[in-house]
T-cell receptor
Framework: DGGITQSPKYLFRKEGQNVTLSCEQN?????MYWYRQDPGQGLRLIYY?????DFQKGDIAEGYSVSREKKESFPLTVTSAQKNPTAFYLC????WGQGNQPQHFGDGTRLSIL | AQKITQTQPGMFVQEKEAVTLDCTYD???????LFWYKQPSSGEMIFLIY??????QNATEGRYSLNFQKARKSANLVISASQLGDSAMYFC??????????????FGRGTSLIVHP
């Protein structure tokens, strides 16, 4: 079955450490997204990418970085500059240019500070 | 800029009854889409229903229907015959056409629904 795979499910970060969250999709979708979810808040957009080797900042990109070297993969790095990284991170994808298509989501990664 | 407002942080409903979850939106886009997603405690986001801004009729998907009132900019989700498995967070989202042909989504803060037996 096609879908989005996020790993790991749980991740712990030490102070001053960069960590990378994996997101892989086999849906042949062009557009991919990273969201951050905090308790009591909705999903906030961190970065998105419409095509390989191109990505744009979302609303809360500071302290995060991404790459899009392959269509299937859109990893997110939480850098040490992100001072409050504890949150639930969701990766999503959808066909590009089709606004009536829902986003497909992975199962999420829960990041905590040690 | 797009904005989604969900004014009900939490809702309670008796099993087998209907419940309405409110969603209002603000956008200057002429073409946009409205989505509802369900998020159980396990965390995955499940797509429920879609309404396009040019759709004349309200969308329905099984027990889910969307009460779309364009002039009032509201897109309320109606769940009929609630089941215990409907207990979850529900998010309203909107995607409007941006420059370059991309659709950037905006999510509301969500409504927590608890279904009582």
């Amino acid at each position: 079955d096609g879908g989005i795979t996020q790993s790991p499910k749980y991740l712990f970060r030490k102070e001053g450490q960069n960590v990378t969250l994996s997101c892989e999709q086999n849906l042949n979708h062009d557009a991919m997204y990273w969201y951050r979810q905090d308790p009591g808040q909705g999903l906030r957009l961190i970065y998105y990418s419409q095509i390989v080797n191109d990505f744009q900042k979302g609303d809360i990109a500071e302290g995060y970085s991404v790459s899009r070297e392959k269509k299937e993969s859109f990893p997110l790095t939480v850098t040490s500059a992100q001072k409050n990284p504890t949150a639930f991170y969701l990766c999503a994808s959808n066909p590009w240019g089709q606004g009536n298509q829902p986003q497909h989501f992975g199962d999420g990664t829960r990041l905590s500070i040690l | 800029a797009q904005k989604i407002t969900q004014t009900q942080p939490g809702m309670f409903v008796q099993e087998k009854e209907a419940v309405t979850l409110d969603c209002t939106y603000d956008t200057s886009d002429q073409s946009y889409g409205l989505f509802w997603y369900k998020q159980p405690s396990s965390g995955e986001m499940i797509f429920l229903i879609y309404q396009g801004s040019y759709d004349e009729q309200n969308a329905t998907e099984g027990r889910y229907s969307l009460n779309f009132q364009k002039a009032r900019k509201s897109a309320n989700l109606v769940i009929s015959a609630s089941q215990l498995g409907d207990s979850a967070m529900y998010f309203c989202a909107m995607r409007g056409l941006q420059s370059g042909g991309s659709y950037i989504p905006t999510f509301g803060r969500g409504t927590s629904l608890i279904v009582h037996p």
